[in-house]
């Protein structure tokens, strides 16, 4: 299953690293969503294990970084210049193709428990 880790409670301005682990899955695209309470969840940032291509949402664009280790089935997430409004549960899910496409229409069914991430002073 996907896991996901890294979340938590940061000040305004703060950074945090997520990661997600997908042992056992097969796929060439990785992303990240978040879902903020009383919202649908969201395509963050998604990246192509083919060709390293990736897509940001236009919200975080120059403050996060998708980066993924294709030997370990890894990704991660480096959000810097965080904001309230990065505040959210992050999940991270796989699929076959482009990663605009994942970010903007993967609905599931694997997704993992979610990491939260509070940006709170």
């Known amino acids: 299953r996907l896991v996901e880790s890294g979340g938590g409670l940061v000040q305004p301005g703060g950074s945090l690293r997520l990661s997600c682990a997908a042992p056992g899955f097969t796929y060439n695209v990785i992303g990240w969503f978040r879902q903020a309470p009383g919202k649908e969840r969201e395509g963050v940032s998604c990246?192509?294990?083919?060709?390293?291509?990736?897509y940001y949402a236009d919200s975080v664009k120059g403050r996060f970084t998708i980066s993924t280790d294709n030997n370990k089935n890894t990704a991660s997430l480096q959000m810097n210049s965080l904001k309230p409004e990065d505040t959210a549960v992050y999940y991270c899910?796989?699929?076959?193709?482009?990663?605009?496409?994942?970010?903007?229409?993967?609905?599931?069914?694997?997704w993992g428990q979610g990491t939260q991430v509070t940006v709170s002073s």
């Open positions: 990246i192509s294990t083919t060709d390293g291509s990736t």
């Open positions: 899910a796989v699929d076959h193709g482009a990663p605009m496409a994942h970010c903007s229409g993967y609905v599931g069914p694997d």
